[in-house]
């Protein structure tokens, strides 16, 4: 009896003590920065990127975070999130402590901080009684300031790349000119260039992302572009004249350089879309031909790139959600992994693409960016128009050619040019010189529902990114203009990875529905032949023999249909298994292994136990 009660008492001893020491490690823990990043991706420890550019500081740098965490009306995820950008501007701070000073702040009711984070433009979200929750960023470097209005959760993978943003907005204020030359309202239209009865709409994304890079400057191709641009950005260029090829390509030979976007379908071209509604398909598409030919660029502005095995789920009416060959879903397996702008890369979504490649002639050496797949093939893009989804994936067949969705070009170019165009203004014809160009064969992927979402946040829009398409965008033309400090954070690894496996078995399903199809349609030319060969022979009655004919085609149609939906259910029921597996793995797995620890452990402790006690 006293033993036991000694056991006992030792046991409740051994319980305090650890928990003694479990308050205590919290304490230390809270009062030392410190943390250890055991993901795979290193997703919670600062990028090679972000601490190139807080190496690079040269001028002192501080950083004034106001963050509420006192408030006692506010949701404790917010806390929770406030306290992540905390420990992540300390890692900041730890990278070049000479340059970079963090300030904390707790702005409440009434205070100098409050009025402070008020005077930096900082936006304090109404919490009841009037008062004001913070939670945003000011840097300062010398007269320069630099303002993150609000941190939000919900853009919790881009904090890092907006913080990093933020210290290089503060610190290299001068921006580069960028020219765009477009046939899109990529820069929004204002209420004076809606059309009747249509809304003003913003700038796209993709436009305000450039603006933190850039000096942004609208031109016309048909004018002569000003010295003072490095590059320049042509966007969906549609039926230009020699005179527009003309002076791009004097920029180019020049010393400037060209980012060109064509596509041969452009869903986002609202134009192009009224014609089709008008029976005129085929405007969407965009080109350089007189450039293109001279470059040895093989590009048809005509086809539609179609990849089975990157190809995106779109849902079908009747069908569910089903893959669309000529929409792409890209993993990491489709980007050049040693190019810095496209390294890091994980996930893209690309709407009918086009693709091209050079001829055995051209004097530019291609460098691809993203390419597809030995499975891909083309399509005309009018058969988009009127052609089912499936149907279009039937037609895909693959062609065996090199498929560049991306690439950068460089080389020796001549001007294509023999006789000027008329309209030529500057007769300094230059006849050649060193070229940069990067292409593009789609211009939707960019748009902002293929690319973003637009919400309101405690008064402030916020753009929170889908997929990599923005960070495509965006790092190839830093990287034409030379700032490659934010590529790699900008393309950092994702908290969500795709399961492959999944993508394979339904990939298989697909392939053993659409050979059901086929047999089910041939069946129905089948039908429809004999009937128009009763037809013809103007014989309205049919026979008994007819009769029945139709009536056995009709049950092995509905006999087809019945296994073309137990495919279906099949895909459904491999592919859950496989993810409840997976699932239970997650879940239980972990658990098992402290189980089984503890056990172990706590047989041991007994064994000694025993043999202390004689037993």
């Given amino acids: ?30 009062a030392i920065f410190f943390r250890i990043d055991v993901t795979e991706e290193g997703l919670y420890t600062l990028s090679d990127g972000s601490k190139k550019v807080v190496e690079s500081v040269k001028k002192p740098v501080t950083l004034k975070f106001y963050f509420s965490k006192d408030a006692a009306q506010v949701p404790l995820s917010f806390k929770a999130y406030g306290k992540q950008v905390k420990e992540l501007l300390q890692e900041y701070e730890a990278v070049n402590p000479e340059k970079l000073h963090l300030e904390i ?35 300062i470097v010398e007269e320069n300031e630099a303002v993150m209005p609000i941190f939000d959760p919900r853009r919790e993978e881009n904090l890092e790349y907006d913080i990093s943003q933020l210290i290089l907005q503060a610190t290299k204020p001068e921006q580069g000119k960028l020219g ?80 060109i976007f064509v596509d041969p379908n452009a869903r986002v071209d609202q134009h192009a879309a009224r014609m089709a509604q008008m029976g005129k398909p085929g405007q969407g598409s965009s080109s350089l031909p007189l450039l293109f030919h001279h470059w040895g660029i093989e590009y048809d502005k005509g086809l539609i790139l179609a990849d089975p095995l990157r190809s995106a789920k779109v849902s079908v009416k009747g069908l569910g959600v089903t893959p669309y060959y000529i929409w792409h879903s890209l993993s990491k397996s489709a980007f050049n992994s040693e190019i810095v702008a496209t390294k890091d890369l994980q996930n893209m979504l690309l709407p009918e693409p086009g693709s091209f490649r050079l001829t055995k002639v051209s004097p530019l050496k291609l460098t691809p960016l993203i390419s597809a797949s030995k499975e891909a093939g083309s399509i005309e893009a009018y058969l988009t128009a009127f052609t089912g989804v499936m149907q279009i994936n039937e037609k895909v067949k693959a062609d065996g050619k090199e498929h560049n969705i991306a690439a950068i070009l460089k080389g020796e170019l001549t001007s294509a040019f023999e006789k000027l165009p008329d309209g030529v203004v500057n007769p300094e014809h230059i006849a050649k010189g060193q070229g940069t160009i990067f292409i593009m064969a789609d211009v939707d992927f960019i748009a902002d529902p293929f690319s973003v979402d637009r919400f309101e946040f405690l008064g402030q829009a916020i753009l929170q990114p889908k997929n990599d398409n923005l960070a495509f965008g965006v790092n190839v033309l830093d990287f034409l203009g030379g700032a490659n400090e934010l590529m790699e954070v900008r393309s950092r690894a994702k908290f969500q990875r795709p399961f492959i496996r999944f993508g394979e078995l339904e990939r298989q399903a697909q392939g053993n529905y659409q050979r059901a199809e086929s047999e089910l349609e041939l069946e129905l030319k089948a039908l429809q032949n004999e009937l128009e060969k009763i037809n013809q022979g103007g014989d309205t009655q049919l026979s008994q023999v007819q009769v029945e004919q139709i009536k056995d085609f009709r049950d092995k149609e509905k006999s087809t249909k019945s296994k073309l939906r137990q495919i279906r259910k099949l895909l459904r029921k491999d592919i859950e298994l496989e993810q409840n597996l997976l ?26 136990m025993g043999r202390g006690n004689g037993k």
């Fill in 1 to 30: 009896m006293k033993q036991n009660t000694k056991n006992l008492q030792s046991t409740a001893l051994n319980i305090f003590l650890v928990l003694v020491l479990v308050v205590a490690v919290n304490i230390i823990a809270s």
């Fill in 583 to 608: 699932i239970l793995l997650n879940l239980l797995l972990m658990p098992m292994i402290l189980a089984i620890f503890g056990t172990l452990l706590y047989r041991k402790r007994f064994h000694r």
């Fill in 105 to 139: 702040y707790n702005p409440t009711p009434d205070s100098d901080e409050e009025e402070w984070a008020q005077k930096y433009g900082l936006t304090g979200a109404e919490i009841g009684g009037g008062d004001l929750f913070f939670m945003g960023l000011v840097a």
């Fill in 180 to 259: 765009i030359v477009t046939s899109l309202p990529l820069m929004g239209s204002g209420a004076g260039m809606a059309g009747v009865g249509q809304q003003a709409q913003p700038p796209w994304a993709f436009i305000s992302e450039l603006e933190k890079s850039f000096e942004l400057v609208e031109l016309k191709a048909s004018e002569e572009i000003p010295d003072d641009i490095s590059i320049v950005m042509v966007f969906h260029p549609k039926g230009f004249s020699p005179l527009e090829e003309y002076n791009l390509e004097q920029f180019l030979l020049g010393g400037g350089q060209l980012a």
